[in-house]
């Protein structure tokens, strides 16, 4: 797998692939596009230090750059489709969410901390499985104004796309482009969606901080 990933980050189709996949896990959750991501920048990390650290800083950092310029704008631009979608969705939505507590609790605590001014509720659901789309889903159907959800909805697609390219390219750096730097990158990233599911999840006042 990683031979073949290798041979695709090397050409310029990495990135369509990566963009269409984040596009669209927004609405097929089950899409590996995390995975992809840290495995595309684990695979070019590692060749980067094969060939020298003076050709990594050519090279090997434009790839990444642009990697996690892919990754995140193909965040953003799904998040809002999933949010004008659910946005003009009418009444068959808002009987499917309010049918499903965890869509509807997730909902109600998005337009608590939207409305207070803070959206680190987005941000934290960007790395929980699902998460992504829950929130997405929610604020449109629940109304939000695009002002609102927007920004933030960027300030998650930017910091999921720049941790998942991190672990990959420290990944590959320090332990080369094989299955167990792949694998220790890809347990991060696993780690950091338990966590934030269980923060999602949890009970009580919501996570976002007070307007400034």
Known sequence: MLESVG???SSPWIYAVVTLSVLLDVFLPVLPSGVLVITAATTAAGSATAV?????AGTGHADLLALAACAAGAS????LVA?????????RLERAIARSRRLTRAQERLGMAL???GGSLVVIARFAPAGRSVVSLGAGAAHRKVREFLPWSALAGVAW???SVGLGYFGGQWLGATWLGTGVSLLALFA???LA???VKRPGPTTAAPAA
């Open 76 to 79: 953003v631009l799904g998040d």
């Open 83 to 91: 949010y004008r979608l659910a946005l003009r969705g009418g009444a």
């Open 7 to 9: 041979a695709l980050t």
């Open 197 to 199: 599911a269980y923060v």
């Open 115 to 117: 409305s207070r001014g």
């Open 192 to 194: 950091a969606g338990g």
């Open 161 to 163: 796309a720049t941790y």
């Open 52 to 56: 020298g650290a003076e050709a990594a």
